[in-house]
C-alpha cells in the first residue's frame, strides 16, 4: 500500500499513463503554431469572411489599409505580398507622387501588356505580337511601363512584371472593379 491508500501495483500503472499522457501533450504542443499554443488561434477565412479586417483593427486601432495576396501565374512565377500602411501615413503624403505610377496604368495597351507581361518573362516582340503592336508605339508603352516600375527589363532581356509589384498590381485592377467585370476582351489594333 501507498501513503495513499491506493495499491503500488495500481499507483504504478497510474504514474506510467500519466507520465504517457504528459508525453503525448507535450508532442502536441510542439506540432502546435505559436498562437495555438498561447491560446491566440489564427481566425479561420473560411468560417469568417472578414478576418483579415479584424486582425487588423485588433494589431492597428488607429486606422490601416492591408492589401495582401497570393498569385500563381505558371511560368509568371508564385508571388506572395503584403503590405500595411498607418491611414494617418496615406493621409500625409504627396498623392501627386503616385501620379506617374497611376497614369502608367490608365491605357488599354499598357494594361494590356502588363498583363501578358504577368505570364512570365516575354521578349518586346512577344509582347507586341500579344496586343498588336509594334515599333514606336509598343517600346513607347514599355518605357512608360518600366519607368513607373510596373515592368523591368535587363539589358534587352525579356520583360517581366517584377515580383513586388505582382499582388500590388492586382490590388489596383480589383480595387478598380475588376472583380465585377466579365472576361477580359480582345486586344484591339493598334491605332
Keep these: ?17 500519466l507520465a504517457a499522457l504528459e508525453q503525448q501533450i ?15 488561434a489564427r481566425p479561420n477565412p473560411s468560417e469568417d469572411r472578414a478576418w483579415a479586417l479584424l486582425t487588423l483593427q ?5 486606422g490601416a489599409v492591408l492589401f495582401a495576396g497570393h498569385a500563381q501565374l505558371g511560368a509568371g512565377g508564385d508571388w506572395v505580398w503584403q503590405e500595411t500602411h498607418p491611414v494617418s501615413a496615406l493621409l500625409d503624403r504627396d498623392w501627386s507622387a503616385v501620379s506617374a505610377s497611376l497614369a502608367a496604368l490608365g491605357h488599354p495597351l499598357r494594361l494590356a501588356l502588363l ?11 512577344v509582347l507586341g505580337e500579344q496586343v498588336g503592336l509594334s515599333g514606336g508605339q509598343l517600346y513607347h508603352h514599355l518605357r512608360e511601363l518600366q519607368a513607373a516600375g510596373w515592368l523591368h527589363a535587363h539589358a534587352r532581356g525579356p520583360y517581366r512584371v517584377p515580383g513586388e509589384r505582382v499582388i500590388p498590381l492586382l490590388t489596383v485592377l480589383a480595387a478598380c472593379g475588376l472583380r465585377e467585370a466579365g472576361p477580359p476582351p480582345e486586344p484591339s489594333p493598334a491605332l
Design 1 to 17: 500500500m501507498s501513503d495513499d491508500g491506493l495499491p503500488l501495483e495500481r499507483l504504478t500503472r497510474l504514474e506510467a499513463r
Design 26 to 40: 507535450e508532442a502536441l504542443q510542439t506540432d502546435l503554431p505559436t498562437a495555438a499554443r498561447s491560446g491566440t
Design 58 to 62: 485588433e494589431q492597428l486601432p488607429g
Design 115 to 125: 498583363r501578358a507581361a504577368l505570364e512570365g518573362p516575354q521578349a518586346a516582340s
